[in-house]
Each structure stands twice: as C-alpha cells, then as structure tokens.
C-alpha cells in the first residue's frame, strides 16, 4: 500500500474537473512515476544462478515519501560536522490554526514570516546578556500537518546550549533551562503580530489578503484569544543522538507509506497518534488527496534554514571561533559515501544477495531507458500563484 497506488487509482475521480497548479502536477508525476519503468532503471542478473530482476529509478521528489532515506543520510553526514560538545535543545514555534485561512491564500509569504520570526526571537533572546549575550547556533525546519494531515504549521529548532561573545569566549546556559518558554511565547506572539501589520504595507505579498478592516481586525482579534506556546523539549542523550533524534523531522513527509493501511473503492485507511494511543482514520479518498496536496510546499521553497554561527555567510570562519573557544578540533572533511555505504549502513547490505542461492550477488548487466508519456487529460495544469 502506497500514496503512489492511491494516487493512481483514486486520481482519475479527484482530477476530474479540477485544475492543479504547476508546482502540484509536478509532484503528482514524480510520486506516480517513482520506482517505475516510466523513469527508467536498469537489469541485474545473479552472477551464479542467472535469476534476474529490474531495479527503477526514483524520483527523488521531497514530497514523495518513498525517496527521503538517502537525503536524510547526506543530510546527517553533513551535519555532523557542524556538532559542538555541548548539550542541544528542541523547540517548536507553532502557528495558530485562526491564520490557516490567510496561509491557504499566501503559503510562501506564511512560511517565510514564520521563519523569519522564530529565528529572530531566538537570536534575540541568545543576544541578551541575561540569557547567553552572544551568538547562537540553531537550525529550523517547517512541518505543516497533523496526524489527521489537516493544516498545522509549526517549525522545529535544534538550538545548541550557549553561544559565542563578541569576544570569542563560549558562554552556557546559567539556570539549567536555554530560555524561559513563556517569555519565548510572548515574544514570538508579539513579533508575529507586528510582523503581519508590516505586511499590509503596499507592495508586500500580504496586502492584498489583508486589505479589508474588518477581516484585519477580526483577525488581530482571533490571534489575541490564546496564548501562542512554544512547545519545549530537551532531547536525551550527546549531541550525536540529539542529531540521530532531529533527523527524524528534517525529512519526513506529511505522511508515510508505513502509515497507510488499505483502501477500498472509496476510502482511504490510515493510522493516526493521538493522546489516547494509535487508532486507524478513515477519510474519503478525495478528501485524502486533498489534505495531502495541502502540504505541498511553493517551489524552491527550503524547509531547512541554519542561522547564527550555522548561517552559510561565515559558518565555517564562526565553528572555528566556536570550536576554539570550546577547544575542539576540527573534524575531519566529510567523504561521499558510495552507495554500497549507504546500503550497508541502512541495513541493505543483504539486497545486493541473490535471495534464490546462497553465494549469488547480482550484477548489473543492462540499461532500460526511461518513458516520456503525454501528460494524462485529465491531469490540467493552472499558473501557479
């Protein structure tokens, strides 16, 4: 059971009618085509007993959730490098749902608000000498679904425990917490807000949305019922297990294959965590599609973002400050790993094993060449936004 399968089989009856943007069909395609003959692939043939089978490419789409392993695994070897010895923190910013109907008009312009609030209040706080008074290191990646796949837009820090003075000394944390997360609420809250009412300043993507008084208003209104809360969370164990924690959210996708269950002729069956445990969720196909093309993100729109002494302009003049003052080497240059690496460290050292002999490995022994078919009718493409 696959999102690809539902796709290809629910995806007639949902396109019908309906117009997706240029951004959606291109990930509509890729899902649908991965790991088939459509993009091509290749033969190989058992070395000892001449079994052979057909290996396709795949999509390498971020959306797809067949094709995230091999990113998160370059992604980690990366970001090794940048670990210093201290502890590290994880903390989520999460947007109210009363901004869901304005994200669903303006998702880039959300978004890129959205990053650019919590990584201020977090370069605010780390630059207050009662906090750390001096320059942090954390990176941020956006998640904007559920369980259930309705919207929740919400970013994911990994903030290291201290920071480094104009000085280039490392100072830590004093009081055993990073930063108090009701004082991060109020702040986060109160930056957002005046981040929105900048917004409706001619020329911005906003204004437009945000144009009409009382739809202002009502909304300022709504955002002032609760309090905005900055979830917090201290991961077990040393900065590598932190970092083998937060990969786990760097790569996911609204929702994997482990989680689909089945689907008949209408409906689509999933699994779903909740406060009282796991259940099974049953949602017309439709509406499936739907929730998941929510999270779709505007193209070339990066989900993971480094700031402080992570932000690419001067990371690696700023880790050697860093390291200096905590006095760490410099670790050695990452390797490319080779695919039979990666396999084996994935625990698919096995899959180059021929399963019908015991001594047979397979080999490559030809090249099948990839399809270009016609965009389906009923697969219209619209400008995007």
């Not at 760490?328 to 050292?349: H, M, N, S």
């Given at each position: 059971m696959t999102l690809a399968e539902i796709f290809r089989r629910h995806g007639p009856a949902f396109l019908a009618g309906r117009a997706l943007s240029s951004g959606l069909a291109k990930v509509w395609r890729a899902i649908v085509a991965c790991r088939t003959a459509l993009l091509g692939g290749h033969v190989e043939t058992c070395n000892c007993c001449g079994v052979v089978r057909h290996v396709y490419h795949s999509c390498r789409n971020r959306h797809c959730p067949q094709c995230q392993t091999r990113a998160k695994e370059d992604w980690l070897a990366k970001r090794r490098q940048e670990l210093l010895p201290v502890p590290y923190f994880h903390r989520v910013f999460t947007l109210p749902h009363a901004l869901n109907g304005l994200i669903g008009q303006r998702p880039r312009a959300i978004y890129e608000l959205l990053f650019a609030v919590a990584s201020a209040t977090l370069s605010d706080f780390a630059a207050n000498p009662r906090?750390?008074?001096?320059?942090?290191?954390?990176?941020?990646?956006?998640?904007?679904?559920?369980?259930?796949?309705?919207?929740?837009?919400?970013?994911?820090?990994?903030?290291a425990g201290g920071a480094l003075t104009a000085e280039g000394e490392w100072t830590s944390p004093?009081?055993?917490?990073?930063?108090?997360?009701?004082?991060?609420?109020?702040?986060?809250?109160?930056?957002?807000?005046?981040?929105?009412?900048?917004?409706r300043s001619a020329g911005q993507p906003l204004a437009e949305a945000l144009a009409?008084?009382?739809?202002?208003?009502?909304?300022?209104?709504?955002l002032l019922t609760h309090d905005w809360v900055v979830y917090a969370k201290q991961p077990l164990g040393g900065p590598a297990q932190v970092l083998e924690?937060?990969?786990?959210?760097?790569?996911?996708v609204a929702i994997s294959n482990e989680r689909l269950v089945d689907r008949d002729e209408t409906t689509v069956r999933f699994r779903?965590?909740?406060?009282?445990?796991?259940?099974?969720?049953r949602l017309p196909a439709a509406v499936f599609i739907e929730r998941f093309l929510l999270h779709v993100l505007p193209t070339g729109f990066k989900r993971?973002?480094?700031?402080?002494?992570?932000?690419?302009a001067a990371k690696g003049k700023k880790l050697a400050l860093a390291r200096q003052a905590l006095s760490?080497?410099?670790?050695?240059?990452?390797?490319?790993?080779?695919?039979?690496?990666?396999?084996?460290?994935?625990?698919?050292?096995e899959y180059a094993?021929?399963?019908?002999?015991?001594?047979?490995?397979?080999?490559?022994?030809?090249v099948i060449l990839p399809q270009r078919p016609a965009t389906p009718p009923n697969l219209c493409v619209r400008a995007s936004p």
């Open positions: 906090w750390l008074g001096g320059t942090p290191a954390f990176s941020l990646v956006l998640h904007t679904w559920k369980q259930d796949l309705g919207r929740h837009v919400h970013v994911h820090a990994r903030v004093r009081r055993g917490f990073l930063f108090p997360v009701k004082a991060l609420s109020r702040v986060f809250r109160g930056k957002f807000r005046a981040a929105l009412s900048s917004a009409d008084e009382k739809v202002w208003h009502a909304l300022r209104r709504q924690y937060w990969a786990r959210y760097t790569h996911r779903v965590r909740t406060t009282a445990g796991k259940r099974v969720l993971i973002r480094h700031y402080g002494l992570l932000a690419s760490v080497p410099t670790p050695d240059p990452v390797i490319p790993a080779t695919v039979e690496d990666f396999l084996r460290r994935i625990g698919r050292a094993r021929c399963p019908h002999c015991p001594v047979g490995r397979f080999v490559l022994t030809a």
